[in-house]
C-alpha cells in the first residue's frame, strides 16, 4: 500500500522560505512521478509542481515559478518543494500525490495517491 506523508508546514511570515517534504512508502519510489498541490481557505484544489521519476524534468504554475522549487531524492524516497518570497497567498493546506506515470503530470485526476496534507500559513 502505498503511503505519502508530508511534513515541514508552519506558520511564517510573508518573504519568509519553508521547505515540505513528503515521504513515500509501499513501492518502488524511483519510477514514478510526483507532484505537489493545494488547496486554499475557500479555494478548489490547485496544481503546484511536478518533477519527473529521475528528478531531471520538472514544471511550475505560474503563480509559484521562480520561487518554489520541486526536487526529489531518491535513495530516500523523498520529495521536496523549497518555496521562498512566501506570500499571504500561498496560504494553503500542501498535499504531495503520485499516480503510475513516470514523467511529468499536471491534472490532479492523473494522481492516484495523496497524502494527508500539512498546513502552510503566511501572515503579512
Known amino acids: 500500500q502505498v503511503q505519502l506523508v508530508e511534513s515541514g508546514g508552519g506558520l511564517v511570515q510573508a518573504g519568509d522560505s519553508l521547505r515540505l517534504s513528503c515521504a513515500a512508502s509501499?513501492?518502488?519510489?524511483?519510477?514514478?512521478?510526483m507532484g505537489w498541490f493545494r488547496r486554499g481557505p475557500g479555494k478548489e484544489r490547485e496544481f503546484v509542481a511536478t518533477?519527473?521519476?529521475?528528478?531531471?524534468?520538472?514544471s511550475y504554475a505560474d503563480s509559484v515559478k521562480g520561487r518554489f522549487t520541486i526536487s526529489r531524492d531518491n535513495a530516500k524516497n523523498t520529495v521536496y518543494l523549497q518555496m521562498n518570497s512566501l506570500k499571504p497567498e500561498d496560504t494553503a493546506v500542501y498535499y504531495c500525490?503520485?499516480?503510475?506515470?513516470?514523467?511529468?503530470?499536471?491534472?490532479?485526476?492523473?494522481?492516484?495517491?495523496w497524502g494527508q496534507g500539512t498546513q502552510v500559513t503566511v501572515s503579512s
Open positions: 518533477i519527473n521519476w529521475s528528478g531531471a524534468t520538472t
Open positions: 509501499g513501492r518502488r519510489f524511483s519510477i514514478y512521478s
Open positions: 500525490a503520485t499516480g503510475t506515470r513516470m514523467y511529468i503530470v499536471y491534472g490532479a485526476s492523473d494522481y492516484t495517491y
